[in-house]
């Protein structure tokens, strides 16, 4: 069993990597690319570069963990110049706050999409060709209507937002996920895992359960890199 001391280290942990996140994420606006390339270290590369260009799109699938702010940086570290990053996003109620955020993700190369116009600018880019990795936060608690999806998770009965399964299997791009690892404070090991080729070939929620099961594997890893203080089980599965 865990002793209180414990489990008083382990928020204490946590509890530091968000105001590392935090300072990180400001630093961010103004790193270099070299020292981005030093902090963050992505593995796995050329399996999006392949699918991307076998496909024309591939869906990539993070969590809150790390420092997902900074993993817009594949942007610039992929080979394939014809090869553009789009990381959707939940507009901010604050509007200077989400002007910022907004700031930080372009300046490492990343194009920008809320997430109501997702499904308009994936059919504007296959129509124009333009090849595309689609990057969506996937471990957020999706709405009461949006709840297609439970699953246990970390042991509590959970809603998973299945949006990244949904579009690869309509426009028939593979779905990939972050596997992310930190060797010491401020640096991050990113490790692109397959989790379906053909997601029009699966059964419904497949990959989301595959999500799920790979995310609570990286969590336990190194739990504190979560980010605990997000409500994730506001609602329960009666509630909706």
């Avoid at 414990?6 to 790193?31: K, N, W």
Wanted: glycine letters at 6%.
């Amino acid at each position: 069993l865990t002793s209180p001391f414990d489990l008083f280290l382990q928020e204490r942990r946590i509890y530091l990597h968000l105001a590392e996140v935090v300072a990180e994420t400001i630093y961010g606006y103004s790193i270099s690319d070299d020292e981005m390339r030093e902090r963050v270290s992505y593995h796995n590369l050329e399996l999006v570069e392949r699918l991307a260009k076998q496909y024309g799109g591939v869906m990539v699938m993070l969590g809150h963990y790390g420092n997902w702010e900074g993993f817009s940086d594949i942007a610039k570290r992929v080979n394939n110049p014809a090869i553009t990053v789009c990381s959707v996003y939940r507009e901010l109620k604050n509007k200077a706050f989400d002007q910022l955020m907004a700031d930080i993700r372009a300046q490492r190369g990343t194009d920008l999409t809320e997430k109501k116009h997702i499904l308009r600018e994936m059919v504007r880019r296959r129509k124009e060709g333009i090849v595309t990795l689609y990057g969506m936060i996937s471990d957020q608690k999706p709405s009461p209507q949006n709840a297609h999806y439970w699953t246990q998770f970390l042991h509590q009965d959970t809603s998973f937002l299945d949006g990244s399964e949904v579009l690869g299997r309509k426009f028939g791009y593979p779905v990939v996920m972050y596997y992310v690892t930190s060797p010491c404070r401020g640096y991050y090991n990113v490790d692109i895992r397959l989790l379906s080729e053909h997601p029009n070939e699966e059964t419904d929620f497949a990959v989301t359960e595959r999500y799920a099961r790979m995310l609570e594997q990286n969590i336990l890893q190194q739990p504190e890199l979560w980010l605990w203080t997000h409500n994730r089980w506001k609602y329960k599965r009666e509630e909706v």
